[in-house]
């Protein structure tokens, strides 16, 4: 009864050593920062030109397997056996698949493209503020000038209306 019950659950003894992430040679800090976005740019355009590629592959296979140049072809196709047809039906599956996934990949790679435009444009984040606190700057001006003459017109015509009831109350005041 003091056995230690026997699973096939496997338990690691160490931890894998496997490198997931490959940093490049050369830090990022010693990188000039003109080197370092030609090679994010780089990298992006690689990563587009390789989904392209198996688009036009995916295209170029789909239609040769549909294609029906001539009357030799339209003799093959009646001699296929189930097994022929089956076999570039899959094909032109899988190549369907593929350029499903590569269009995805395209979407993914532009919306990240378009993230990264509005998220770091800081000069037309900039001019974008500067222009909206110009406008509110100029707005402001454009108030406290209002409010000061609305406030000189209202100071004017309490003086003007107190001048006349108080000289009014003192001849009321005067005669009782």
């Known amino acids: 009864m003091s056995d230690v019950p026997q699973t096939d659950v496997s338990r690691p003894s160490a931890l894998p ?12 800090v010693d990188q000039n920062s003109n080197e370092y976005l030609d090679a994010i740019e780089e990298e992006w355009n690689k990563k587009v ?10 295209m170029t296979d789909l239609v040769s397997l ?3 140049a001539d009357t030799r072809t339209v003799n093959q196709i009646e001699d296929k056996d189930k ?3 089956a076999q ?3 094909q032109a599956q899988c190549r369907a698949e593929s350029m499903i996934r590569a269009a995805h990949s395209l ?12 998220l770091s444009d800081e000069t037309q984040i900039a001019k974008r503020r500067d222009a909206e606190l110009r406008v509110v700057q100029a707005e402001k001006s454009e108030a ?8 000189d017109e209202l100071l004017s015509s309490r003086t003007d209306d107190g001048s006349s009831e108080g000289s009014g109350r003192a001849d009321h005041m005067q005669t009782t």
Do not use: Y
């Open 144 to 151: 406290q000038t209002n409010v000061a003459a609305l406030l």
């Open 107 to 118: 979407m993914s790679t532009i919306h990240s493209m378009k993230l990264l435009l509005l």
């Open 88 to 90: 570039e039906a899959f």
């Open 17 to 28: 050593t496997a490198k997931l992430l490959q940093r490049p040679t050369q830090p990022l």
């Open 83 to 85: 097994f022929r047809i």
């Open 66 to 68: 549909a294609s029906l």
């Open 49 to 58: 030109d390789v989904e392209i590629e198996t688009l036009v592959d995916g």
